[in-house]
């Protein structure tokens, strides 16, 4: 699971020069926008034929998401499609490629490795690496440098467990790891502690694997000697230096560490104060790409305006198109770009802050019938209407109904808790709140028994607190803003404040480290939403981890996530989606369709133009045309 604050994409299929590594995505009917449950945004076009051209391609890098980490492990932090997908992956690649088209499925093709292979009763699995990958100095990627980033990735969490975003305790790697081996150089076993289902533990646990080059980085200092990083001693000194290495964003082109890679790209350029970065074709890569691929420069913008603007200007050659000026897509057409938009697969959520003791909001919160009342305030199709201008889906869980999938639930499809002043009232009546539309409500029947308002709510307890929420895109902050309206209606007051992406998700999720010192400083965020893994079990989101910004803690919840992980049943993840749809441990709000603009004189394989609806950037793919 990676963080987004969700701006726009696009995905197609690969069929050019050879290249075959995508496939193609599902294609609206007609160029509007979509206002039932959301669909594609027009089409993508095939690649163009005729001669391929190298240049420089600029790509818009949408506001507040500048790249703020290098190394393969990424803290929790860091762990966005920002600083991964559309970032580290450049430069290092997953064991796993997740990403086909709009489709969230495995792209065989751009994967290090070949499909893992399971014995022992679900309990080893043997991964194979391909033999046409290497780093960029020219040494072959082994099975050595999934070993070594396995061995750093456990010195990391033993520091502390947020060092690693994808990290839960006791489950999947590396605890559920009880060995593993290398028996030569592209060969690599694990034997793990209990049987997991393996399509959880191949899509969501092996694909978060980034080989890192063991020959080059396997020291504690610049000049240092080469470490036995096996020798847990050594490989904490290893990470110390580069976790200390990483922190320094100045360095990141300076630095010899990060010249060492296995992507298609390396970087020469980057600033670290507005995120703008350039790379240039890797020489060495491997895997498949362009003819002749193109250098990227990933231009920042401060606002969606700015950025359209850019792009009326034509002085961008990949953007996005914000929802607000959806309906400029006919003029932006006109201007020389093509357009395509599509949901992404995840989800938008408000988060709520179970630890909160403001106001008693903790234990408000922990109030199944007032989670349920709240879902009622927010009007989901007026959003889409309204807000995305048509381009989007409703989402009630966090589990889409598009992208299509095998493991959306029934409830996920119809919305349990329509929107309704009257029924939110009701609900906050029937359970002892005295309710002052536009006004504050009051607790007047404290207690735990039915009619009351619930365990750790005094008498006089005040329907009254605060929500952070980013920026950028617009329209987080228009859904918000009507949330809050719909709110005062029943008496609840929302005190909108704003912020931005990275600034949320550094100061105010309750894992991050350093004694929690904010965690009584919000009851609600809204800083975007989760990009779901392929196998969309919310295990360290909505269960104990590091991703549980507003430590929900639901005791079914958390079993129904650990049996999706553990279960052999592969669809076992949607009575895990079902319990949460009917839950609400965070208010789930609609998907907005990523609408991706690209000039028309820049083509590629579809799925590598489509594929930044689902925040996958992948410009090797891509060729100037002129």
Known sequence: MTRFARPVTVIAALAVAGVTALAGCGKASNATPS???????????????????????????????????????????????????????????????????????????????????WSNGDKTVTVTLKSNYKWSDGQPV?????????????????????????YTPNLGIPDQVTSLTAPNARTVVFTLNKAVNPQWFWYNQLSEILPMPSHAWAKASAGGPALDF??????????????????????????????????????????????????VPNSAYGGPHAKKVSAIQAVPYTSDTAEFNAVRAGSIDVGYLPLTDIKQAGTVKANGYNVFGYPDWGFTYVTYNFLDKTGHFNNIIAQLYFRQAFAHLQNE???????????????????????????????????????????????????????????????????????????????????????????????????????????????????LQSSNFNYIVNNYDNPIPSGKPNINKWAMEDFGGYTNNTYPTQLSIFSPGV????????????????????????????????????DQPSLFQPNPDYVVVWKKTLSGPQASIANQTQFWLTPEFWYLTK
């Open 35 to 117: 206002t039932s449950l959301g669909g594609g945004f027009v089409t993508v076009p095939p690649p163009a034929t005729g001669t391929q051209h190298a240049g420089t391609v600029t790509w818009a890098e949408s506001p507040g998401t500048a790249p703020n980490w290098i190394l393969p492990i990424i803290t929790s932090a860091a762990f966005t499609v920002y600083d991964t997908n559309q970032f580290s992956y450049l430069l290092y690649r997953p064991l796993y490629w997740m990403s086909n088209g709009v489709q969230p499925t495995e792209t065989p093709a751009m994967s290090l490795a070949d499909a893992p292979k």
């Open 142 to 166: 082994t099975s050595r440098d999934v070993l070594f980033f396995f061995d750093e990735i456990k010195a990391a969490i033993k520091e502390n467990a947020s060092n690693w975003g994808p």
């Open 230 to 279: 096996t020798n847990p001693a050594n490989a904490k000194k290893i990470w110390d230096y580069l976790n200390k290495q990483a922190m320094s964003l100045p360095t990141y082109t300076s630095n010899p560490l990060w010249q060492t890679v296995d992507g298609p790209y390396k970087l020469t350029q980057f600033n670290n104060t507005t995120g703008a970065f350039t790379m």
């Open 381 to 495: 199709p007026g959003y889409v209407k309204a807000f995305f201008g048509g381009a989007g889906g409703l989402a009630y869980g966090p589990v889409p109904s598009i992208p299509k999938s095998p493991y959306t639930p029934a409830n996920a499809i119809k919305n349990p808790y329509p929107f309704s002043v009257a029924t939110a009232v009701k609900m906050l009546k029937s359970h002892g709140w005295n309710v002052v539309p536009g006004g504050t409500d009051t607790c007047a029947k404290p207690g735990t028994g039915a009619g009351q308002c619930g365990a750790g709510i005094p008498a006089g307890t005040k329907l009254s607190f605060n929500l952070i929420y980013a920026t950028s895109p617009d329209y987080l902050g228009e859904m918000v803003t009507d949330l809050a309206s719909q709110a005062a209606k029943a008496g609840i007051q929302i005190h």
């Open 547 to 582: 991703l549980n910004e507003g430590t929900y803690n639901n005791p079914t919840a958390t079993r129904l996530i650990h049996a999706s992980v553990s279960s052999g049943n592969p669809t076992a993840v949607k009575a895990e989606a079902s319990f949460l749809t009917q």
